[in-house]
């Protein structure tokens, strides 16, 4: 089967996930918005954390079970939109949650009103109907997003054995394949997913005037259950499932592996990235969101934010390839074997999701009480300014500081682009598991792959701890950095 086949089976793929998304999103997004508290904040660990799960991690963990079904080309298939759907569902529901709503409460109550007894088929599809019609502008983006996810999606479908055309073209890149054939074969793709961008992005600048955090609504006891069922079973097929699979039998992996750790320098060089990339993204981010939520020159500023985010938006192969063909031109060869292509690839990558996190801070962040926490922090008495850093860390410096995470973790995963564009003498950790991941499932490898999968977590352990004696002992450390800098 030719690429541009493989393509077309892939379109199909994603417009079945897309359905099956926008089927689930709705009442995921009711859910979140019916809760406070405790339960607010379960639900929302139960949307996000599965979409959070690496794609390898939840790949390499249904690898075995994807192999037995090899006689069963339509099961495997199943097993992987199933999986992908589930994997997608949040960004739907996070589009949706926050995309601005025509039709206020007061035009829902109003229709409820005017709505007369009729069975319950027939006020189901009028019902379903008026929501499509009223949200119509939301659908569209949720569908095409998860749509271009879909489309794009190389992991797990590369360790599932689905034939796609991401697996053909990487392999085919990896393999020598001269660029400009893989651009040839890759530029059917390239149209698709710009004019679906196009789409997007026009619908999102005409809808640019973003409300607060939307209002609470009511949901129905039946639809409720089923929103909580759903959020259940796909965190348990996401996240408890792989885990399980990928922990049973790996205590003598973990045994060979402190005998010879040889994956120390992998995961340095992942590190490395993943903070080099956060970094970048944070910052760009930052400046971006904070012009566009300041309102001056907002259409300049939302130009600028949808330009440097757009690339991202197609995917980590095809954006690999395009930094492949830049740095082997004249201008920037010379930087082609160092580690400036990955970072660039990696910044594009994370950097929307970085704008719409950071423009989400700026929109939703309490700004009297951020200038009255400041106020306080120049009060002369100590225990005052205290009190202050804490509550600006609190209310301005935390988010920050969980996005800068989230975007370490997005580029520490990253396996796509480091393939393609990692320097020869730093290999991220991701890249190497990869490879072995092809040779079946074993102790060690699996234990290779619970400790690159937790290191994130370590760091975010120990940074959290530094935090801790900051906030603690915030005296101490100050006159610290004042003796250090008086005798520098």
Not at 72 to 93: D, F, I, Q, S
Not at 442 to 466: E, K, R
Request: aromatic share 14%; net charge positive.
């Amino acid at each position: 089967m030719s690429l541009t086949d493989e393509f077309g089976m892939a379109v199909i793929r994603g417009a079945i996930i897309s359905v099956l998304v926008l089927a689930t999103a709705p009442p995921a997004r009711a859910l979140l918005l019916s809760h406070k508290g405790k339960l607010r904040w379960l639900a929302w660990m139960l949307l996000l954390v599965p979409y959070l799960t690496p794609f390898l991690l939840v790949g390499y963990g249904y690898s075995s079970f994807s192999l037995s079904l090899v006689h069963y080309p339509l099961g495997n298939e199943a097993l992987y939109l199933a999986l992908l759907a589930m994997k997608l569902m949040p960004v739907a529901a996070l589009v949706l949650y926050f995309f601005p709503s025509p039709t206020s409460q007061e035009a829902l109550h109003c229709y409820k009103l005017l709505q007369t007894r009729r069975s319950r088929i027939r006020s189901f599809l009028s019902n379903t109907g008026f929501h499509i019609r009223a949200n119509k502008k939301a659908l569209t983006v949720a569908f095409s997003v998860v749509f271009l996810f879909a489309l794009g999606e190389f992991e797990m479908a590369s360790l599932l054995g689905i034939n796609s055309w991401t697996v053909k073209l990487f392999d085919a890149q990896a393999g020598g394949l001269f660029l400009g054939e893989s651009f040839r074969l890759a530029f059917l793709p390239m149209i698709v997913e710009g004019a679906l961008l196009a789409v997007v992005l026009a619908i999102l600048y005409r809808s640019r005037h973003l409300p607060a955090v939307p209002a609470r609504v009511s949901v129905r006891p039946a639809a409720r259950i089923a929103a909580w069922i759903y959020l259940c079973t796909a965190f348990a097929i996401m996240v408890v499932i792989p885990a399980i699979l990928v922990l049973r039998g790996t205590l003598a992996g973990f045994t060979a592996l402190t005998e010879n750790f040889v994956l120390a320098k992998d995961i340095g060089a992942s590190i490395l990235f993943g903070l080099g990339a956060a970094a970048g993204a944070f910052l760009l981010s930052g400046w971006l969101s904070g012009r566009v939520a300041s309102g001056v020159k907002h259409g300049r500023a939302f130009f600028w934010a949808f330009f440097f985010s757009a690339p991202g938006l197609f995917g980590a192969l095809l954006l690999s390839l395009t930094m492949v063909f830049l740095f082997q031109r004249t201008p920037l060869n010379g930087l082609y074997d160092t580690p400036v292509p990955l970072l660039a690839a990696l910044i594009l990558l994370i950097l929307p999701y970085a704008v719409l996190l950071m423009f989400l801070l700026h929109t939703l962040r309490p700004s009297m009480e951020i200038h009255l926490a400041e106020l306080l922090g120049r009060s002369p008495a100590p225990s005052s300014r205290r009190r202050a850093y804490r509550l600006l860390w609190e209310l301005k410096h935390r988010g920050r500081f969980w996005v800068a995470f989230l975007l370490f973790c997005w580029a520490y995963f990253d396996m796509t682009a480091s393939s393609l564009l990692s320097p020869s003498d730093m290999t991220p950790v991701f890249v190497r598991l990869y490879n072995l991941m092809h040779y079946g499932r074993n102790a060690v490898l699996s234990a290779s792959v619970c400790v690159a999968f937790l290191v994130p977590f370590v760091l975010l352990f120990l940074a959290m701890g530094l935090l801790y004696l900051w906030h603690s002992n915030i005296k101490w450390l100050r006159h610290l950095v004042s003796r250090v800098y008086s005798h520098g």
